[in-house]
Each structure stands twice: as C-alpha cells, then as structure tokens.
C-alpha cells in the first residue's frame, strides 16, 4: 500500500520540483485552481506531462506543494525579525512589513493559497488530502501565532493596545492578505517601490495598536 505523504514525510525539493511547483504557482494565478490543467504546467514549463507526473501525482499534490512553499516563504520572512530585540511594537510592524513584502514577492504562490484553501474546503476531497489541507492550516495558525505572542508581549510591555488579541491577530492577516486581491505587478516597478507599499501598509495596520 502506497504511504500517505505528510509534511513530515515529503520528498526535497529539488531544482526539477521547485520549477514545478514555481510553474504550477503561476497557472493557478492566471487560470484559477479548477481550470489550470496538467497540460497547463508542462507547457509552462516546456517539458511533458511524463515529468510533472514523475515528481507529482495529481494536481492537488502540486497545489498543497505550493501552498507549503509558499507558508515557508512567510515563515522565512518574519524569522529574522522575530530575532531582534526590539519593543514589541516596532517588532508587529516590522514582521507586518515583512509579510507585505513576500505577499508582492510570491505573489503567484500567495494568490494561488487564497483561491486554493476554499475551494478544497467546500468540495469533495479524498481523506489524504483533507489530512494534508488540516497539517498546512495548522502551519497556518502557528504562523499567525507568532503575531499573537507579539502582540501579548507588547500588551504586557505597554507598547500595544488591543482588547482582544485574537481578533487583533486576525485583523493584521486579514488587511495584510487582502493586499494579493488588489496588488499588481508593473514592469516599471522597483524594489524600492515594493520597499514603500510595504512599509505604508505595516504602518496603517500597526498603528491603530500602539498604546
């Protein structure tokens, strides 16, 4: 019997996988999760479908693969920040400018989460895979738990105010999320440019919680 992959138990990600999964991320922004195809991927990529199905089984394994790389982006992101000994509340803004910056960074992956995640909640799915959709919400909440412990902290510090840290969490995902629904790449745009939407949009969340 063929074992259950978890994410403890995937394989590396190799150069072939990463420009898979790099390919599939950019498919299910273009075309949405349900039309992109198989087909779709391997054209991207210039290859056929014999070597998306050597490292992938279905499209919904190449989707949660998105999906991990794309919270590992996240994580990555905020690691350094959560690493600087600095009042609380410079640290919310920091990790807030930080997440904003990977949403513009990854786009194809961030976008390809938030059209993904409610379509397997509310279709039909094998129990594989609702087992890999509740491992990557739970990397979900612990990453949103690390604005929370932030968020304590700051409250405990007197550099925060907030009358529910849940809520309050919940308010930073969901202004800094939303920026994958109205963000849109130009070709004349800096990294200097991503550097300032960033930082306007750490401050207009962050500000309305300092005490």
């Not at 910056?101 to 990854?106: A, E, F, H, I, Q």
Request: with cysteine.
């Amino acid at each position: 019997m063929m074992q259950t992959q978890t994410l403890e138990t995937q394989p590396p990600m190799t150069d072939s996988r990463q420009q898979i999964v790099e390919a599939a991320a950019q498919c299910f922004m273009l075309k949405g999760l349900e039309k992109a195809t198989i087909d779709d991927i391997a054209d991207v990529l210039g290859a056929t479908k014999g070597r998306v199905y050597h490292h992938f089984r279905s499209k919904s394994s190449i989707y949660f693969a998105v999906h991990r790389q794309a919270m590992q982006y996240c994580f990555d992101a905020v690691d350094p920040v959560l690493a600087q000994t600095i009042p609380h509340d410079e640290k919310l803004e920091a990790m807030a400018a930080a997440h904003a910056r990977v949403m513009m960074d990854t786009l194809p992956y961030q976008r390809s989460i938030r059209l993904g995640v409610e379509i397997y909640l509310r279709g039909s799915t094998t129990e594989a895979e609702r087992k890999m959709l509740e491992e990557l919400i739970t990397q979900r909440n612990n990453y949103e738990e690390l604005y929370r412990d932030v968020l304590r902290n700051g409250i405990s510090d007197g550099t925060l105010s907030v009358p529910d840290v849940k809520i309050a969490g919940r308010v930073i995902m969901g202004a800094l999320n939303s920026l994958v629904d109205w963000y849109r790449i130009r070709p004349d745009q800096t990294d200097a440019d991503r550097k300032l939407i960033a930082e306007a949009l750490a401050q207009t969340v962050v500000n309305g919680m300092r005490a």
